[in-house]
């Protein structure tokens, strides 16, 4: 793990707010999850990623609603419909999977390493209950910080 995305992940552990660094991490680890479109469709693709960025100036904060968006989509709807949010907001469908994926990884290793409480897990059921648990995201709203 690159030495940054570890110092970044214990600090979020540490200063309450796990779970959208988890995703920021996640995210950065990966190839780019946005899906560069061809030039008729450039306008249309830098429209729906400043939609998802919140009208923010911030690829991080756009990566991050994308895949809350994405993830909820999988946990309630179904694989189409998630399919068809990353098609519509010009998504690579594989790299969101593999995004999850690597959240679920980390989550891991801070277990593992110790900070998280014991009995956290990185499994389905666990992994919502550390990343939704408050103490660990008690700062995770607060984007003026």
């Given amino acids: ?16 707010c796990l779970d959208p660094v988890l995703t920021i991490t996640s995210a950065l680890s990966n190839r780019n999850m946005f899906v560069i479109p061809p030039k008729e469709k450039q306008s249309t693709a830098d429209r729906a990623k400043r939609h998802l960025a919140e009208g923010e100036p911030s690829d991080h904060f756009a990566m991050l609603n994308a895949f809350s968006i994405f993830q909820e989509l999988c946990r309630r709807e179904s694989h189409q419909d998630a399919r068809r949010f990353c098609f519509e907001n010009f998504l690579n469908f594989s790299t969101m999977n593999m995004v999850g994926n690597v959240r679920q990884q980390f989550l891991r290793l801070l277990r593992d390493a110790g900070l998280l409480r014991p009995g956290a897990s990185a499994g389905d059921g666990d992994a919502m209950e550390v990343e939704s648990s408050e103490w660990y995201n008690r700062h995770a709203d607060n984007w003026s910080v």
């Avoid at 793990?1 to 309450?16: F, N, R, Y």
Wanted: no cysteine; glycine share 6%.
């Fill in 1 to 16: 793990m690159d030495p940054a995305v570890a110092k970044s992940l214990v600090l979020s552990v540490l200063l309450g």
